[in-house]
């Protein structure tokens, strides 16, 4: 079955570091999101991209970039971690037939 | 431009309660209205969707009307079950350039015993 899968599961890393959340689907979407999700914020998006080689700012993308090298991937990076983005973050991909999104299981991220 | 209001929870119901959970939008042009449910620890997963207005949604006994003359989509399920414990989010799809999904604040659901 087609899925879409996030690792790690979860990460504890220090201010100032560089992280990498991945992020793999295998239905052969065009579609990929990043969102966090923050008590009191429900889920804001980060980043997202309509295919390989095309990437674009969510409304929260500060501190955050992505890449598109094949259709399966999405990595997340922070390119210098801080508090404020611990929180938990799902992928998600969709068909542009139809809109819906399949989520993945998320990754929580503390940043200490 | 497009939002979505859901009414704010926790919503706290009884076993076989009848569960209603109210969802606006604002939009424009035609979109598409999903409801998606979160179990604890978990991913959001899709439970029901309409693609135009007066279509009903359903799926494991959740149903969802897409009403254009009232901007709405509300969630009702007959009689809840303390495994419906949950955050539903209300959801609609972007402009006719977008993918992207426009999510409501979430509502959580707790049904006892």
């Known amino acids: 079955d087609a899925e879409i899968t996030q690792s790690p599961r979860h990460k504890i890393t220090e201010t100032g570091r560089q992280v990498t959340l991945a992020c793999h689907q295998t239905w052969n979407h065009n579609n990929m999101f990043w969102y966090r999700q923050d008590l009191g914020h429900g889920l804001r998006l980060i980043h997202y991209s309509y295919g390989v080689q095309d990437t674009n700012k969510g409304e929260v993308s500060d501190g955050y970039s992505v890449s598109r090298s094949n259709t399966e991937d999405l990595p997340l990076t922070l390119e210098s971690a801080a508090s404020s983005q611990t929180s938990v973050y799902f992928c998600?991909?969709?068909?542009?037939?139809?809109?819906?999104?399949?989520f993945g299981p998320g990754t929580r991220l503390t940043v200490t | 431009g497009n939002s979505v209001t859901q009414m704010e929870g926790p919503v706290t119901l009884s076993e076989e309660a009848f569960l209603t959970i109210n969802c606006t939008y604002t939009a424009t042009g035609y979109p598409s209205l999903f409801w998606y449910v979160q179990y604890p620890g978990e991913g959001l997963q899709l439970l029901l969707k309409a693609t135009k207005a007066d279509d009903k949604g359903s799926n494991k006994g959740f149903e969802a009307t897409y009403r254009k003359e009232t901007t709405s989509f509300h969630l009702e399920k007959g009689s809840v079950q303390v495994s419906d414990s949950a955050v539903y989010f209300c959801?609609?799809?972007?402009?006719?350039?977008?993918?992207?999904?426009?999510f409501g604040s979430g509502t959580r659901l707790l049904v006892r015993p």
């Open positions: 959801a609609l799809s972007g402009t006719e350039s977008s993918y992207k999904l426009i």
């Open positions: 998600a991909s969709s068909d542009p037939r139809g809109y819906e999104q399949y």
